[in-house]
């Protein structure tokens, strides 16, 4: 699956985030195709600040779980599947540490934390069930601001 299926499938949980004008301030002004280039955009500098070396899908990291490992584009883990509010993946390690599972996995998690939440952002101190640290608002490894930058400046065709 590519980045820009997956967030198709799942646009209607990114429309009905109550922050996702932060992503780009004219969000619900966009046409379909323009709001799931952004979240892709979006997703593609989340994923450069969890990957070591950027954007290497191969990349592997100690995952939250000690019995875990973070995989991938998006540093997904085995055990991270089966939550009940971002069901249907099922993927083995060595599939997360390719694009397609790892993406997919990825956006259905951010998905289903809109769902759940309300929100793409969550805070430190205030949110739990977060899973990515450049994306949790006042936490030791916020790069929000980089991602939201490269965001809005983003030039649609």
Not at 41 to 62: C, D, H, I, Q, R
Not at 102 to 124: E, Q, T, W
Not at 125 to 141: E, N, R, S, V
Request: hydrophobic share 40%; proline share 6%; charged share 25%.
């Amino acid at each position: 699956i590519d980045l820009f299926s997956a967030i198709d499938a799942n646009l209607k949980y990114f429309d009905d985030a109550n922050d996702i004008q932060t992503i780009h301030p004219e969000y619900h002004d966009l046409i379909r195709k323009n709001r799931i280039a952004i979240i892709a955009e979006f997703m593609v500098w989340l994923s450069y600040f969890e990957t070591v070396p950027k954007w290497n899908p191969a990349s592997e990291g100690p995952g939250v779980n000690p019995k875990d490992k973070a995989l991938g584009l998006f540093q997904m883990g085995v055990l991270d599947q089966g939550d009940p509010w971002f069901p249907g993946t099922n993927y083995s390690r060595s599939q997360l540490l390719t694009y397609g599972p790892n993406i997919d996995m990825a956006v259905k998690i951010m998905a289903g934390i809109a769902k759940k939440k309300g929100k793409i952002f969550l805070r430190k101190g205030q949110d739990t069930g977060f899973f990515w640290a450049p994306i949790l608002l006042a936490g030791k490894h916020d790069s929000s601001n980089f991602i939201l930058d490269k965001c809005r400046k983003f030039k649609f065709d």
